[in-house]
């Protein structure tokens, strides 16, 4: 079972910058898509952005030319560059691992979430 566990946020005024990481316990080159979603209060969870295996990456309209995310499967982290921060970015960030292949090429839809980190944009 991977563990995924994220940090870097907080509290940034607007306009201000953060940068989300997601460390797992494990590799996570075999995972197909990790990706960053947000909760805010009183919503639904949303897809913020993800990658997959082959760098294709993919934005929520809101956060389009915003944020960039990267993987790292070296050191097995998941990074969210969030820039141009607004009030509306407010939430918990969950990181996601989404399907993926065993050691013997095997698919399977994994299903790994993160406890999530407290992003809070306000002046």
């Known amino acids: 079972q991977l563990q995924l566990v994220e940090s870097g946020g907080g509290l940034v005024r607007p306009g201000g910058s953060l940068t989300l990481s997601c460390g797992a316990s494990?590799?996570?080159?075999?995972?197909?898509?990790m990706g960053w979603y947000r909760q805010a209060p009183g919503n639904e969870r949303e897809l913020v952005a993800s990658?997959?295996?082959?760098?294709?990456?993919k934005y929520a309209d809101s956060v389009k030319d915003r944020f960039t995310i990267s993987r790292d499967n070296a050191k097995n982290i998941v990074y969210l560059q969030m820039t141009d921060l607004k009030s509306t970015d407010t939430g918990v960030y969950f990181c996601?691992?989404?399907?993926?292949?065993?050691?013997?090429?095997?698919?399977?839809?994994?299903?790994?979430w993160g406890q999530g980190t407290q992003v809070t944009v306000s002046s």
């Open positions: 990658v997959t295996t082959g760098d294709r990456t």
């Open positions: 494990g590799d996570i080159f075999n995972i197909y898509q």
């Open positions: 996601n691992g989404d399907g993926g292949w065993d050691d013997e090429g095997y698919w399977h839809q994994y299903d790994y």
